[in-house]
């Protein structure tokens, strides 16, 4: 039986599938230049920034501002200057094999094997944000962390994500990687003002990043991500048993991650664990020791080098200051000073006429100037909150001044 021939499309029909070709032919047409037009923007704009971007060579020689210390003439501590950033630069190889290892367990794990930027991690961060719905994983590496604490804002965009990118991968074309890592130590924030591995040890357990052990090491590496929240110190700097159980919390998840990498034993992870913990104090708050001999100082290294060299400059000042002869002084002049009260009458003031007696004598305003030669010691008193000479001398760059000799005595033990 012959077949039937087929039955021809209506008119109706043949219009409404060219309307439709039609429609959708431009709807597609129309979405791809929507689509290339943002394209050849987004280009342009990252041309733009990348053109922008830090030159990252200058790196080669940069050295972190760093805190200005002022010693007495034995070499004990007076005092220390800095700015915001408290900090004390220390050489990779001196630091604590502990803390380097904990370091690059907790914040990049695959630091030696990557060129700046970890595509696992940066795959690893993008779910876990896509999951949580909210930014709770940067994926960055040492070497991005490092360009954003140097270079760029800390907002978290996308577009400073690929700037911070790009830097990476220029920064380790210049570095190496021992280089990247012991800025990084030198320039990541700690918490309550400190800067730097060396600082923040000397805060927390009051000892130098050198000495520090597993426990000390892995706690301290825990505060990098968040420091005031994860510090054993409370706002006012004191220790608190809420903030320690932060921070062992916190000694926990770095021992477990670095056991995870191989880099520890189950059996050192129990006893880093197990192991007390012996608090310092916050070094970027305290006080002079001897305010008035420092704060001449001060006033004299800042009309030599200027405000700022002293503030970030890193210097080591020894003073000509003899802490143990400025004690046995005030004593002597509050014992004189509860014995005669004001000292209006100059016959009453020891050390009259060698130095004119003050209107109202205070203990604090008194201090002791001592300048060393081969076999003596020269020193005077002085009656006043600035000192009428300079007790400078230094251990880099300056040359001490001199100082009126009132007479000689032998130099203390």
Do not use: C
């Amino acid at each position: 039986m012959p077949g039937r021939a087929p039955k021809p499309s209506s008119p109706l029909s043949f219009n409404l599938l060219d309307a439709a070709g039609k429609v959708t032919g431009g709807t597609l047409l129309g979405a791809l230049v929507v689509g290339s037009s943002l394209l050849a923007g987004s280009l342009v704009g990252l041309a733009t920034t990348f053109r922008n971007l830090p030159d990252v060579r200058g790196m080669k020689g940069y050295s972190p501002t760093e805190t200005t210390y002022i010693y007495d003439m034995k070499g004990s501590l007076l005092s220390s200057l800095h700015d915001e950033a408290n900090r004390e630069v220390m050489p990779l190889q001196k630091i604590s094999p502990h803390l380097k290892r904990a370091i690059i367990a907790m914040e990049d794990g695959h630091f030696y094997d990557h060129s700046g930027i970890n595509p696992t991690g940066i795959a690893r961060a993008t779910l876990a944000n896509y999951t949580s719905r909210g930014v709770v994983e940067g994926g960055s590496t040492i070497t991005m962390q490092l360009i954003k604490n140097l270079f760029l804002s800390p907002e978290r965009a996308l577009s400073r994500k690929i700037a911070e990118a790009v830097l990476a991968i220029r920064l380790e074309q210049v570095l190496e990687k021992n280089e990247i890592l012991e800025l990084y130590l030198n320039q990541v924030y700690w918490g309550h003002n400190t800067y730097g591995a060396e600082t923040a040890a000397r805060s927390y357990f009051n000892k130098s990043s050198a000495d520090l052990n597993l426990a000390e090491a892995s706690m301290m590496a825990g505060f990098v991500q968040a420091p005031e929240s994860y510090s054993p110190f409370d706002g006012n700097y004191k220790p608190s048993k809420a903030g320690m159980e932060m921070a062992k919390k916190r000694q926990s998840i770095v021992l477990q991650r670095m056991l995870e990498l191989g880099w520890i034993t189950p059996e050192e992870k129990k006893v880093a664990l197990a192991q007390p913990i012996k608090l310092g104090k916050v070094t970027s708050f305290r006080l002079s020791k001897m305010p008035y001999v420092t704060e001449a100082v001060v006033q004299e290294l800042n009309d030599r080098f200027g405000r700022e060299a002293v503030l970030k400059g890193g210097m080591r000042v020894q003073t000509t200051i003899d802490s143990k002869l400025q004690r046995q002084a005030e004593e002597t002049v509050s014992y004189w000073a509860a014995k005669t009260g004001t000292a209006s009458e100059p016959t009453r003031w020891p050390w009259w006429p060698l130095i004119p007696a003050p209107t109202t004598l205070r203990p604090w305003s008194v201090g002791l100037i001592t300048t060393r030669t081969s076999s003596t010691a020269l020193w005077m008193p002085i009656v006043s909150p600035v000192l009428p000479s300079s007790p400078l001398s230094t251990t880099q760059r300056l040359q001490p001044k001199s100082i009126p000799q009132i007479r000689p005595s032998p130099i203390p033990t």
